[in-house]
């Protein structure tokens, strides 16, 4: 079965304590993203990746960081740096970027702060 | 800042009934695209319509873009229930990733 697989569904985070959200895709995809989403909220995007071992920094990317060894993996951290970091998190991937491609998406990973 | 915004922010009819989306941007764009979420869940693509294209259809579905009033829309004909979920244009300027507005929740009553 094809797709996205993000996991865990549901993270707690302490105090000073960073957290990793898994992605994991067989599409065979280049690009990987990461967004954060607020409640009634659009996607704000975190940092993305079009091929291995290269990322970029997206709009909010402060708090956060990412690595991208593997094409079918791109793990986000969230560091105790992140002030705010109660939010819906989904990873998507694209075949390409910026030509003309849709995103697939994982069904997504709520983090919360204990 | 976000480059697309949805109108209305919400939206509630009556099954059988037609569902209208609007979509205004900033920057000239490759393509504009929708999605659809379900509560909780990720999201799915709807429709990418390119900037040299006014109308689009599948299905159900009808999408418009006028590009010289950096606006498109969302037409769902004779919504069901199942079709309750939030839908989110985006936006492709060929730069690095979608941009995405904050959404229109719909919610079709049965």
């Known amino acids: 079965d094809g797709g996205i697989t993000q996991s865990p569904k549901y993270l707690f985070r302490k105090e000073g304590q960073n957290v990793t959200l898994s992605c994991e895709q067989n599409l065979n995809h280049d690009a990987m993203y990461w967004y954060r989403q607020d409640p009634g909220q659009g996607l704000r995007l975190i940092y993305y990746?079009?091929?291995?071992?290269?990322?970029q920094k997206g709009d909010i990317a402060e708090g956060y960081s990412v690595s991208r060894e593997k094409k079918e993996s791109f793990p986000l951290t969230v560091t105790s740096a992140q002030k705010n970091p109660t939010a819906f998190y989904l990873c998507?991937?694209?075949?390409?970027?910026?030509?003309?491609?849709?995103?697939?998406f994982g069904s997504g990973t709520q983090l919360s702060v204990l | 800042s976000q480059q697309g915004e949805e109108d209305p922010q919400a939206l509630s009819i009556q099954e059988g009934e037609n569902a209208t989306m609007n979509c205004s941007y900033k920057?000239?764009?490759?393509?504009l695209q929708w999605y659809r979420q379900n509560s909780g869940r990720g999201l799915v693509h709807l429709i990418l319509?390119?900037?040299?294209?006014r109308e689009k259809h599948s299905g159900r579905l009808r999408v418009t873009l006028d590009t010289s009033k950096k606006s498109s829309s969302l037409l769902i004909t004779a919504s069901r229930a199942a079709d309750t979920a939030s839908y989110f244009c985006a936006t492709d300027t060929g730069r690095r990733a979608l941009t995405f507005g904050s959404g229109t929740r719909l919610q079709v009553q049965p």
């Open positions: 998507a991937s694209s075949a390409e970027t910026g030509s003309n491609e849709k995103l697939f």
């Open positions: 319509i390119r900037s040299n294209e």
């Open positions: 920057t000239s764009i490759n393509n």
């Open positions: 990746s079009q091929i291995v071992n290269d990322f």
